[in-house]
């Protein structure tokens, strides 16, 4: 359950920065000043409500298992990231990033 639980809070959590960031980026005007504050934009509260639902079962996950289980699975928004990062934010793909992501891979399975 703690494993499930953090994997599904990593998730979360990457998801809702992501979120934000795509706020940020839509909120922006010409010369890089916010249109209005981003209280007011919708998207950002997603992200914020996305991050602390995630913390909070990230919390919940240390219940149910240890937290040498728990902390490396944190890892897991890295490969999340990615794919909300290429697909969503069309931010660029390159051999490097998934060097990293096999390394981060790696080092879960290590752990």
Do not use: Q
């Not at 992501?18 to 010409?30: E, P, Q, S």
């Not at 490969?79 to 891979?105: K, P």
């Amino acid at each position: 359950i703690g494993i499930i639980l953090s994997l599904v809070a990593d998730i979360v959590i990457n998801i809702g920065m992501n979120a934000m960031k795509y706020a940020h980026n839509t909120n922006m005007d010409d010369e890089g000043r916010p249109i209005k504050s981003f209280f007011l934009v919708p998207c950002w509260w997603i992200g914020m409500v996305g991050i602390l639902a995630g913390e909070v079962g990230n919390l919940i996950a240390y219940g149910y298992a240890p937290a040498s289980i728990v902390t490396p699975m944190g890892a897991v928004g890295v490969l999340t990231n990615v794919i909300i990062t290429t697909y969503v934010l069309g931010e660029a793909f390159s051999i490097m990033i998934v060097f990293g992501v096999i390394l981060v891979v790696g080092g879960i399975v290590l752990v």
